[in-house]
C-alpha cells in the first residue's frame, strides 16, 4: 500500500490521478499548505524541500520508498505497472521528453507567473517573462494537440497527467485558453480515450477526496466527467 502526500493543486492531482489510472491501492493523506509545506513534519521527512505530492511506498518485504517530485514519482508508478509509458522506442521518448518539458518548463513558468500576477503586480518584468514563457509552453502543447490525439504521439501517457492539472489551471497564471485550446484537448483524452472509466474513477478520486472541504485552487472547475462514456 502506499500512502500519498497531496494537495488539490496542479501538482499534487499528477499523483492520484496515476495511481488511479494504473488501479493501484493508497492511501491519500490532504496536506494544509496554507502555512507553507515546511510547517507540515511528515511532509519534510519525506520530502527535504517541503513540497507536495510525497509518497511513501510501503513494499511486501518491509521497506519503505519514499519520494518527491511529481516527474519522478510518476515514472516510478508507472514502472509498477504496465500502462501509462509506451514500451516502442520513439514514442517512450517522446513521452518523457514532454513530461520533463511539463516538470522543467510549462509548470514553473504557470506558477512563478501566477506567483507575481498576486504578490507583485507591479513587477512587469517578471510578469512579461514568466506569463510569456507560460504563453508560448501553452502553445506547444496547441500545436503538439493539433497533430496527434496524445502528446507522445501513441496513447494517454503521464506526459498527459503531467500536464493536465496546470492546463486546468491557466487561470492562475493570467492565460485565457483560446476555443480550440490544450484544456479542450486534454479533456477531450480524459473523456473520450479508450480507459475511459478508469479516467472517471480518477475524476471521481479527485474531486471527492482531494477537494473535500477546500476552497480549492481551480481544481475541478472545468473538467466535468461524465457518467457514460
Ligand atoms: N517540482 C515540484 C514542485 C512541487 C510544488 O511546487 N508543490 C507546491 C504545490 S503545487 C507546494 O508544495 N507548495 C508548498 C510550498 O511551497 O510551501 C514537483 O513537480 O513535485
Same mark, same amino acid.
Given at each position: #500500500? #502506499? ?30 499548505? *496554507? ?61 518523457? *521528453? ?35 514563457? =507560460? ?33 486546468? *489551471? =491557466? ?14 484537448? #486534454? ?10 472509466? =478508469? ?11 482531494? *477537494? ?18
Amino acid at each position: #500500500m #502506499m500512502d500519498v502526500y497531496t494537495s488539490p493543486t496542479p501538482n499534487g492531482i499528477k499523483v492520484p490521478i496515476a495511481l488511479e489510472e494504473l488501479g493501484l491501492p493508497y492511501r491519500l493523506h490532504r496536506v494544509d499548505l *496554507s502555512r507553507g509545506g515546511i510547517a507540515v513534519p511528515e511532509l519534510v521527512a519525506i520530502n527535504p524541500n517541503a513540497k507536495i505530492p510525497a509518497i511513501i511506498d510501503r513494499l511486501a518485504d518491509g521497506q519503505s520508498v519514499p519520494m518527491f517530485e511529481s516527474g519522478a514519482i510518476l515514472l516510478y508508478l508507472a514502472g509498477l505497472k504496465p500502462g501509462l509509458v509506451p514500451t516502442a522506442a520513439i514514442a517512450h521518448a517522446s513521452t518523457l *521528453s514532454w513530461l520533463f518539458l511539463q516538470v522543467a518548463g510549462l509548470g514553473p513558468n504557470f506558477g512563478n507567473a501566477g506567483f507575481f500576477l498576486r504578490n507583485d503586480p507591479s513587477n512587469r518584468v517578471a510578469i512579461e517573462r514568466f506569463q510569456g514563457e =507560460a504563453r508560448r509552453h501553452l502553445a506547444l502543447l496547441e500545436q503538439r494537440l493539433a497533430e496527434c490525439e496524445w502528446l507522445n504521439g501513441e496513447s494517454y501517457s503521464i506526459a498527459d497527467i503531467a500536464h493536465f492539472g496546470w492546463v486546468r *489551471s =491557466a487561470a492562475y497564471a493570467g492565460l485565457k485558453l483560446s476555443r480550440a485550446s490544450v484544456c479542450e484537448c #486534454m479533456g477531450r483524452t480524459h473523456r473520450t480515450a479508450g480507459n475511459c472509466s =478508469a479516467r472517471h474513477r480518477a475524476m471521481q478520486g479527485l474531486e471527492s477526496g482531494l *477537494s473535500r472541504g477546500l476552497s480549492g485552487l481551480t481544481l475541478a472547475t472545468r473538467y466535468q466527467p461524465r457518467s457514460r462514456c
